[in-house]
């Protein structure tokens, strides 16, 4: 009789959890334009494992669209008044995949052992101020300064700072590390498959210590290498996320009336992007201001932002990004600088005269070959002027050879993200311990003592109203020196398939709150 | 015969050093390394020194060619940088999407290119019928990747029959075989377009040279119908050279592959090679070389072998005949 019953019960258990799986579980398919190669994004900053590795992390802190901290694994913080300590107390029932808890232990491990080591912009960063990590208890962990750090909020999101469990980790040449195509984390899904070049398959992590996320049950990432091809798939519903349209395929994208699509200033692993052209200031013939500024008044910035942004970005009006509202110094780099005859009086005084073909100076720019429809607009302003300007369109590994390890350029374009405080990607361009090998660094070669003294102590205090201070007067100077010419913010325009919500574009951990409308 | 195949075999590990010491010096003679790609961006100079010792990147070139050529003799190709796994897995790993796309591809081009070939044969003194060639010469000269994109345009978008990308649909959990080839028809069709024009030319100009002869005359002397003639005597007597040029494109149907994998997203070798490049992933951009090297020469082997079954007349069997 007891026989009977059970089976009857487990029957009907069986056939209650037929209901609930035919209630179709929710697949997100994202895009991604590079195989991410491994699933470590601990040990790098390459966008292609960021932009599919954070959703399986989490780090100390996350940042919302406007790139204010907000808690992650961390769910209290405090700052000492003389900004020399920082104290995170860890969320209790925060689980690795493998139903360990995430402890501080794990928190100094990781820091210590892998990102002041591997990751290339924490290392940059936070290693030269960084005085010890303490786990004081297994939920509490404190940082320890040599001298007040102010950007630390902004540098401990999944992007900057994932945390990974020590037991899995700890052991060996983490480079070799199996987890780093296997990984193990504590994020809001979990690894499932990996099959280069084609997907990442990952899961529902149903332990997530943030309650009632994820929203998703599946979470797959395409490789899609075409932006075009991206935008059709979309179109077509086939994908459901892309992180980075194409500007040429917003258009298609909104008519298609399929998608929601969003601009973020941020995207994951940089934000609040300036395209700027470089010169190198080692050049004989860049190396009179009045020279550079006939190529600023040659400019006409506007049509930056109509022809190529198609109108998803701005003219950018100071050195340093309206992103950063508090450090920019607005009206700094008008864009009314534009001016052809005053270029052309310009070049004149200095002794520029035109040749038989009307040609005052020859200079070569080096840049990515994906930023062609820049190189043709300069041209066509600058040769307008009498510059003849002769593009070397470039792939990245040569691109960085050619004008961070030669220097052999005469301009160059560079994207350079100002992230979410003028100390991590803003001082690189101008310091002076910045010249050289380092990609993405000064790639001018801009000496200025009184620049480099201003960013020390900005960078060494957490008085904002000083640090402002200091940034104004920082612009105020490389708009006078130009060793850059600040030509647009770009932003980046997200789409998902219309009947999803909760994106959030701007991070790496962008589909933690995402599901149905 | 068999002294002449064991010849052949003999020359592949040769063609092979000749080929890997090629595209060592090329792709180490291209400015930058894979430290960039590694490390992100911001990478500090001590932080890309760590990396370069790491990889042995700091070693003299000479040293890296000896280790890499002593390694490579013993059948050891490295690992890749970028993918941190042996080089063979990682090419072994995107050989079933390549195969899936250009086997098929070849198959097709060949089945229609011959059928323009025989279709545009005309007898002798008729009028000329250029139409078939024509269309396949379009075919050839337009750029693959724009092809795919009109297929796709056409079918996936406007009529929406056909997927736009992909290898499957990831939101099944287990693809059927039929997703699986709905995915496959366009970039299949797109490589074949590009194709069939060899196939058809090549059979054209050698059935023009058949039309001719007195064996021809004899059959339609006979009652036979010129087409029915032309399949049945002239198609195989034209048939080498037609095998000959598509044993020849083994390597270009790799180069093909590239646009067609990368408009269609799919995870094969043709886009392997390029982020291989782009990343300066050298063992793995040497790994592919040196495969593609190896098939491209074993299947010349192969062409030639079966033309020979075919075309006794090349004489491979009287060892003395050919240096190969």
Known sequence: MIGARTVLLSLLLALSSTVVSAQQPLTVVAAVS?????????????????????????????????????????????????????????????????????????????FESVLLRHHARTRASLGPVLDAIDAVDPATVEFRFKRPYPALLQQLDVTEAPILP????????????????????????????????????????????????????????????????????????????????????????????????????????????????????????????EVRQAFAAALDRRQFVDRILLGHGRVADAPISSGIGWAHAAGTFPASLFDPARARALLDAAGLKPDGEGVRLSVDLVQFASFGRYADLLREQLGAVGIRVRPRLVDPAAMVDAVFRQRNFDLTLV?????????????????????????????????????????????????????????????????????????????FTVAWRSGLAGFAGWSGQFAERAGPR | MTRYVLRRLLQVPIGLVVVGSLAFLLIHLAPGGPVTALSGEFATAELRQEIEARYGLDRPLGERYLTWLGAAARGDLGRSYLYKAPVLQVIGERLPATLSLVLPAAALSLLIGSAIGLGSTSPPGARRRLLGPLLALVGHMMPTFWVAQGLVLL?????????????????????????????????????????????????????????????????????????????????????????????????????????????????????????????????????????VCAVAMLGNLATDLVMNRLEPRMGLDRDEAHAG
């Open chain 1, 34 to 110: 590079a195989d991410p190669g491994h699933l470590n994004p601990a040990i790098t900053t390459g966008s292609p494992t960021h932009a599919v590795a954070d959703s399986l992390f989490n780090g100390l802190l996350s940042l919302d669209a406007k790139g204010e901290p907000q808690p992650d694994l961390a769910v209290r913080w405090s700052l000492s008044e003389d900004g020399l300590r920082a104290r995170f107390e860890l969320a209790k029932d925060a689980r690795w995949h493998d139903g360990r808890p995430v402890t501080a232990e794990d928190v100094k491990f990781t």
């Open chain 1, 166 to 289: 020590r037991h899995v980790y700890g052991n060996g040449d983490i480079e070799q590390n199996p987890a780093n195509l296997k990984p193990v984390g504590s994020g809001p899904f979990r690894f499932e498959s990996y099959a280069k070049d084609d997907r990442v398959v990952m899961a529902r992590n149903p332990a997530y210590f943030k309650a009632g996320l994820p929203r998703i049950d599946r979470l797959v990432f395409r490789v899609i290498p075409d932006g075009t091809t991206q935008a059709q798939a979309l179109a077509a519903g086939e994908i459901d996320f892309v992180g980075r349209v194409a500007p040429s395929e917003i258009a298609r994208l909104q008519q298609s009336g399929r998608a929601t699509l969003e601009d973020v200033t941020f995207g994951p692993g940089g934000g609040n992007c300036i395209m700027t052209l470089g010169f190198n200031l080692d050049r004989p013939a860049l190396q009179s201001r």
């Open chain 1, 415 to 491: 994207s350079y993200c100002n992230g979410s405080d003028p100390e991590i990607g803003v001082r690189r361009m101008y310091v002076s311990g910045n010249i050289g090998n380092i990609p993405f660094s000064n790639a001018a070669a801009y000496r200025n003592p009184e620049v480099d003294a201003l960013f020390a102590g900005a960078g060494s205090t957490v008085d904002r109203d000083r640090r402002a201070a200091a940034y104004r007067a920082i612009q105020e100077i490389v708009v006078r020196d130009l060793p850059y010419l600040w030509l647009v913010e770009t932003d």
């Open chain 2, 155 to 291: 079918f996936a978008l406007t009529l929406g029959w056909l997927p736009v990308q992909g290898l499957d649909d990831p939101r099944l959990a287990t693809p059927s075989l039929f997703d699986r080839v709905r995915h496959l028809v366009l970039p299949v069709a797109a490589l074949a377009i590009h194709q069939l024009a060899m196939t058809a030319l090549t059979l054209r100009a050698a059935l023009g040279a058949e039309v001719g002869r007195p064996y021809m005359t004899t059959a339609r002397a006979k009652g036979l119908a010129f087409p029915r003639a032309l399949r049945r005597h002239a198609l195989a007597n034209a048939m080498p050279p037609v095998l000959a040029v598509l044993g020849g494109r083994i390597g270009a149907a790799f180069v093909g592959a590239i646009a067609v994998e990368t408009v269609f997203a799919l995870p094969g070798l043709g886009r392997l090679v390029v982020s291989a490049a782009l990343n300066r992933d050298h063992p793995l951009v040497l790994g592919i070389a040196l495969c």
